[in-house]
């Protein structure tokens, strides 16, 4: 089918079932009746996707104030972001405030995150079975590293929920290496975390590093 057409199914006749993640748990079902899903260790990433927006129909958050808008009369992607202000993945990952907002699509993220010119996005994360690749859960989240760890966090807990599978161990990138990640999935999760450190201690901005001072 065209791709117009999964469009407008998802915010047509079921965009108020959980149709799609029915599906999509079937699928991860049927491999784990298949023996492709080991559970011994998953590995967490985000991807970024590009909204379909243009900075020419955006404005600088402080013209913009989302708490003061009448849900009433919104346009529906005003409406879904007014109710994810205080979700993890998404309003309330972090208190920085991006430098521009969108009118149609106002939880994406603008970010310049490829080291190429800024864009508006959102992260698709993926927590993956290491035996044989396959995708176990999957979440969208706005574009910044505390959202991506908020999302992993929530695919962590529902696919223990779901489908009982919990890692012994996960692997990721620096993104998820900060203290407080690290924590929750050693102590609070019993998750073996193979991810780097999020230090900034040594610092390169001719500031004193951590190691100056005794």
């Known amino acids: 089918p065209d791709h117009s057409t999964f469009s407008k ?17 079937m699928t991860v079902a ?12 998953f590995a967490v990433d985000a991807s970024l996707i590009s909204a379909d927006v243009q900075k020419q129909n955006s404005s600088n958050p402080e013209d913009w104030a989302a708490r003061e808008i009448d849900p009433a009369d919104a346009p ?7 109710d994810t202000l205080d979700d993890e993945a998404f309003g309330a990952a972090t ?14 993220q603008w970010t310049a995150a490829r080291k190429g010119p800024a864009f508006f996005a959102y992260s698709d994360n993926y927590l993956i079975d290491t035996d ?8 969208a ?31 990721a990138d620096t993104a998820y290496g900060s203290s407080d990640t690290l924590v929750w999935l050693a ?24 190691s100056d001072f005794a």
């Open 141 to 171: 989240s706005r574009s910044n590293k505390t959202a991506e760890v908020g999302a992993m966090r929530k695919m962590l807990d529902r696919t223990e929920d779901r489908f009982g599978l919990k890692p012994d161990w996960i692997a």
């Open 95 to 108: 208190t920085a405030r991006p430098k521009f907002t969108a009118h149609a699509d106002p939880a994406s």
């Open 76 to 82: 529906r992607a005003v409406r879904e972001y007014l």
């Open 187 to 210: 102590l609070k999760r019993q998750i073996l975390p193979f991810i780097p450190v999020f230090d900034k201690g040594e610092r390169t901005d001719g500031t004193f590093s951590r």
């Open 9 to 25: 199914n998802r915010h047509g006749r079921f965009r108020e079932s959980d149709l799609l993640r029915h599906v999509f748990e």
């Open 132 to 139: 044989h690749g396959i995708i176990v859960d999957v979440d």
């Open 30 to 41: 049927r491999c784990m009746e298949e023996g492709l899903v080991g559970d011994q260790g």
